[in-house]
């Protein structure tokens, strides 16, 4: 089977085009939820603002691009691929650079998988490694989400969310989500929707030109195997290789913990003291929704969200910035820092991923 799409070299300016796209829309969007926040009280919050939090904030991203290469490391070297530590980082960084600077993340998968056969692992082995760190990051936002759950509905600040709804609009409000989540579980469960979808693509013309159809059945063919690798993989590493997993799992905590820990930071820096578990696990929730807008940076849409959630916990005066600070530490920080490594990679290739010959080449002397 050719390995095409793993093996060509990703195509540096769409990624900057893409990255480009998804800084626009961040700043836009940034710019009016300042727009409708900034008052009078707004330039004296910045006096606020604590600047010993400052290199806590930026100890904790830097400790969360360690963990995410330690993981890329463990997991090669758990199936038999000794890479180096600092291909791993590199690795990591280049796709946190595909994946802020790409429509839902997808650079990313692209550029980890072209990485690591650089650094002579082979496809499958590295959609392996790639299938266990998404069922490490789902079993800690498993595990993380019922506590999380629990505080909110403690936390009077997140009922604030939901008493601010008179009553008449909170009743047909929480019915909607229940029928529609719901009517998402059957649609999915039953296969409903492969059938929709397939007759939509089927009869729409520009669907037969662009072969929707059988697109969309590969599609299908690949999540099935995705989920089955996932499965095998990590059935494999529980049985075989048990503390590697439970070493990524590890490093997998400390990495979103520092990753989305910077919010809650943040907050604690403005004088604003919450409860980090249901922070936590929101960042979780709006990374989510970020991919499926299917826009770069996900088109400005997390940060109204975000500006929505951060009104019940500081003064609306202070959202914007507190919005600033966060988007700069959570994209615009991963985009600047993953794009300088991978740039820094692209020009250093040989020498970072040497060449599969030239690793044991010997100079005999005569």
């Given at each position: 089977?050719?390995?095409?799409?793993?093996?060509?070299?990703?195509?540096?300016?769409?990624?900057?085009?893409?990255?480009?796209?998804?800084?626009?829309?961040?700043?836009?969007?940034?710019?009016?939820?300042?727009?409708?926040?900034?008052?009078?009280?707004?330039?004296?919050?910045i006096?606020?603002?604590?600047?010993r939090?400052?290199?806590?904030?930026?100890?904790?991203?830097?400790?969360?691009?360690?963990?995410n290469?330690?993981?890329?490391?463990?997991?090669?070297?758990?199936?038999?691929?000794?890479?180096?530590?600092?291909?791993?980082?590199?690795?990591?960084m280049?796709?946190?650079?595909?994946?802020?600077?790409?429509?839902?993340?997808?650079?990313?998968?692209?550029?980890?998988?072209?990485?690591?056969?650089?650094?002579?692992?082979?496809?499958?082995?590295?959609?392996?490694?790639?299938?266990?760190?998404?069922?490490?990051?789902?079993?800690?936002?498993?595990?993380?989400?019922?506590?999380?759950?629990?505080?909110?509905?403690?936390?009077?600040?997140?009922?604030?969310?939901?008493?601010?709804?008179?009553?008449?609009?909170?009743?047909?409000?929480?019915?909607?989500?229940?029928?529609?989540?719901?009517?998402m579980?059957?649609?999915?469960q039953?296969?409903?929707?492969?059938?929709?979808?397939?007759?939509?693509?089927?009869?729409?013309?520009?669907?037969?030109?662009?072969?929707?159809?059988?697109?969309?059945?590969?599609?299908?063919?690949?999540?099935?195997?995705?989920?089955?690798?996932?499965?095998?993989?990590?059935?494999?590493?529980?049985?075989?290789?048990?503390?590697?997993?439970?070493?990524n799992?590890?490093?997998?905590?400390?990495?979103?913990?520092?990753?989305?820990?910077?919010?809650?930071?943040?907050?604690?820096?403005?004088?604003?003291?919450?409860?980090?578990?249901?922070?936590?696990?929101?960042?979780?929730?709006?990374?989510?929704?970020?991919?499926?807008?299917?826009?770069?940076?996900?088109?400005?849409?997390?940060?109204?969200?975000?500006?929505?959630?951060?009104?019940?916990?500081?003064?609306?005066?202070?959202?914007?910035?507190?919005?600033?600070?966060?988007?700069?530490?959570?994209?615009?920080?991963?985009?600047?820092?993953?794009?300088?490594?991978?740039?820094?990679?692209?020009?250093?290739?040989?020498?970072?991923?040497?060449?599969?010959?030239?690793?044991?080449?010997?100079?005999?002397?005569?």
């Amino acid at each position: 089977m050719p390995e095409s799409d793993s093996s060509s070299s990703p195509k540096i300016g769409k990624y900057l085009r893409y990255g480009l796209q998804g800084v626009t829309l961040c700043i836009l969007a940034t710019a009016l939820v300042l727009f409708f926040t900034v008052e009078d009280e707004t330039w004296g919050h910045i006096a606020m603002f604590n600047w010993r939090f400052a290199p806590l904030i930026v100890a904790a991203i830097f400790v969360a691009w360690l963990c995410n290469g330690g993981r890329i490391w463990i997991n090669s070297r758990a199936l038999g691929h000794k890479i180096k530590y600092r291909q791993a980082i590199s690795v990591s960084m280049s796709t946190e650079f595909g994946i802020a600077a790409s429509p839902a993340g997808m650079g990313g998968t692209a550029m980890r998988l072209y990485l690591l056969k650089k650094a002579h692992v082979p496809l499958t082995t590295s959609a392996s490694m790639l299938a266990a760190d998404v069922f490490v990051d789902l079993t800690f936002f498993g595990l993380l989400t019922p506590v999380a759950l629990y505080f909110i509905l403690r936390d009077q600040s997140w009922a604030g969310m939901f008493l601010d709804l008179p009553g008449r609009q909170l009743f047909p409000l929480a019915a909607v989500v229940v029928i529609g989540i719901s009517l998402m579980v059957i649609f999915f469960q039953t296969g409903l929707w492969a059938k929709v979808i397939h007759a939509i693509a089927s009869t729409t013309p520009h669907g037969r030109i662009r072969r929707w159809p059988g697109k969309f059945r590969h599609f299908r063919w690949a999540m099935k195997r995705s989920a089955r690798r996932t499965w095998l993989i990590t059935r494999f590493l529980f049985r075989k290789r048990r503390s590697a997993l439970l070493l990524n799992f590890s490093l997998a905590t400390v990495q979103w913990l520092c990753r989305y820990g910077t919010l809650p930071l943040i907050l604690l820096a403005f004088g604003s003291l919450k409860n980090p578990f249901p922070l936590l696990f929101i960042q979780g929730f709006l990374f989510l929704f970020g991919m499926m807008l299917f826009l770069p940076g996900g088109g400005g849409g997390v940060e109204v969200a975000t500006a929505f959630i951060l009104g019940h916990f500081v003064p609306v005066s202070m959202v914007g910035l507190v919005l600033v600070l966060w988007r700069f530490c959570t994209y615009h920080l991963y985009l600047l820092g993953g794009g300088a490594v991978f740039f820094f990679v692209s020009g250093q290739m040989d020498t970072i991923f040497p060449p599969k010959d030239s690793r044991h080449k010997k100079i005999t002397i005569s």
